[in-house]
């Protein structure tokens, strides 16, 4: 990569909801990046709470001032629509071990077949106990999540 060429992050994500978790990671990347592509995947087999527009909009809510940061929604391979992006690195974040174990492996495939670099913030410790499934879970159960989400 030359010193000129832009540099590109793909954040993927269920994103159902957004939470202060990866609203961290995203502004502590942004030092690292000329450009973070929040990419909400959707997978018709997969259930999901908040609607895919629903999820997007919440999101540009967040960073509707922010010109390095982007929201898309893609299906299919991450690798393959960091290729359509022609973006460089896949950003995550790491709450856990349990977090590790499951993103090595991923990390490792897209390395090898795609030639993606992934990188790896792990989680601010006041976010590390913050999942989007908790989220849900106290919504679907009519509880006040507000200090969970931007
Ligand atoms: P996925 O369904 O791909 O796990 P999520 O929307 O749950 O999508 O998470 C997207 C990314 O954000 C993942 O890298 C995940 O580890 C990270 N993430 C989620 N919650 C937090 C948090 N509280 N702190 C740091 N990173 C987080």
Same mark, same amino acid.
């Given at each position: 990569?030359?010193?000129?060429?832009?540099?590109?992050?793909?954040?993927?994500?269920?994103?159902?909801?957004?939470?202060?978790g990866?609203?961290?990671?995203?502004?502590?990347?942004?030092?690292?990046?000329?450009?973070?592509?929040?990419?909400?995947?959707?997978?018709?087999? *997969? @259930?999901?709470?908040?609607?895919?527009?629903? #999820?997007?909009?919440?999101?540009?809510?967040?960073f &509707?001032?922010? %010109?390095? !940061?982007?929201?898309?929604?893609?299906?299919?391979?991450?690798?393959?629509?960091? *290729? @359509?992006?022609?973006a460089?690195?896949?950003? #995550?974040?790491?709450?856990?071990?349990?977090?590790? &174990?499951?993103? %090595?492996? !991923?990390?490792?495939?897209?390395?090898?077949?795609?030639?993606?670099?992934?990188?790896?913030?792990?989680?601010?410790?006041?976010?590390?106990?913050?999942?989007?499934?908790?989220?849900?879970?106290?919504?679907?159960?009519?509880?006040?999540?507000?200090?969970?989400?931007?």
């Open positions: 990569m030359s010193n000129t060429t832009k540099k590109i992050a793909v954040f993927p994500g269920s994103f159902d909801p957004i939470t202060l990866h609203v961290d990671i995203i502004n502590r990347a942004l030092p690292l990046f000329d450009t973070i592509i929040i990419a909400i995947g959707s997978n018709a087999a *997969k @259930k999901h709470m908040w609607a895919l527009e629903d #999820r997007k909009a919440a999101i540009e809510k967040v &509707a001032n922010n %010109q390095a !940061i982007k929201v898309d929604t893609y299906e299919g391979l991450t690798a393959d629509f960091c *290729k @359509k992006e022609g460089q690195f896949i950003l #995550r974040g790491l709450r856990n071990q349990t977090d590790f &174990a499951y993103e %090595q492996n !991923i990390a490792q495939a897209n390395d090898k077949v795609n030639a993606v670099d992934s990188v790896f913030l792990i989680s601010s410790p006041e976010h590390s106990f913050i999942s989007s499934s908790i989220v849900r879970d106290i919504a679907r159960n009519n509880g006040d999540f507000s200090a969970l989400v931007p």
